[in-house]
């Protein structure tokens, strides 16, 4: 029987240290990726299907400021975003530095709608925002990317002449935000794993409405 301070059985333990320390590598490296593709891909697809309806000749000089304007304002955010998957590794640290500065939350929410909205009128979806004036300091690039995920999963599971509902209330000192879709919903084995950061649940087809 081999005693520990064995020499063979050092060189096996430091084989076997080595490897989980390239797994864990592997792993981040996986999760680096999976976090750079979840974030670009809003201002991403935004870009894109505002930038095919500027090909409309007919299109009205005030509706081609807007979607300029729009596209201007998703290739900053896409900027933001770069800096921000950039600094994940201080977030995961605590050291992120947050900037908090006060600001119009419904104006964001409205914002950010308008922005989406070659996503939900190209699914002819009936988008309905119901949000009381409310003012909140928070770090508005952080919290821009949390509604504009939220939505864009909305807008994504959500039928064809579906319904998306947005609601933002104060309540007893306390903000309440909520976004319903009759889409097909979240499997109950998932709703568990609602929480862990960049999980997603099995792949389905937006034009079947199952799995895919």
């Known amino acids: 029987m081999r005693r520990e301070d064995d ?3 050092k060189l096996f333990k430091g084989i076997n240290d080595m490897a989980q320390e390239l797994n864990q590598v592997e792993a981040l490296r996986q999760e680096f990726i999976s976090n750079v593709s979840h974030e670009i891909q809003s201002p991403l ?3 894109r299907g505002f930038a095919r309806a500027l090909q409309n000749d007919q ?3 005030q509706d081609r400021d807007r979607y300029l304007g729009i596209i201007q304002t998703e290739s900053m955010r896409l900027s933001k975003l770069s800096d921000n998957l950039l600094a994940l590794a201080a977030l995961e640290s605590d050291t992120m530095r947050f900037e908090p500065q006060p600001y119009r939350l419904d104006r ?3 914002k950010l709608v308008l ?3 070659r996503q939900w009128t190209a699914k002819n979806i009936d988008m309905e925002v119901t949000a009381d004036e409310l003012n909140i300091c928070a770090d508005e690039d952080l919290l821009s990317q949390v509604w504009v995920n939220l939505l864009h999963n909305a807008i994504k599971f959500t039928p064809q002449d579906g319904r998306v509902c947005i609601s933002l209330h104060e309540h007893h000192g306390h903000i309440e935000f909520s976004i319903a879709d009759n889409g097909i919903g979240i499997a109950d084995e998932n709703q568990a794993r609602l929480f862990e950061r960049f999980y997603k649940a099995d792949k389905w087809s937006p034009t079947s409405g199952h799995p895919g």
């Open 115 to 117: 922005v989406c909205e």
């Open 45 to 47: 697809t935004s870009i």
């Open 108 to 110: 964001q929410i409205r």
């Open 59 to 61: 299109l009205s000089a």
């Open 7 to 9: 020499p063979i059985n």
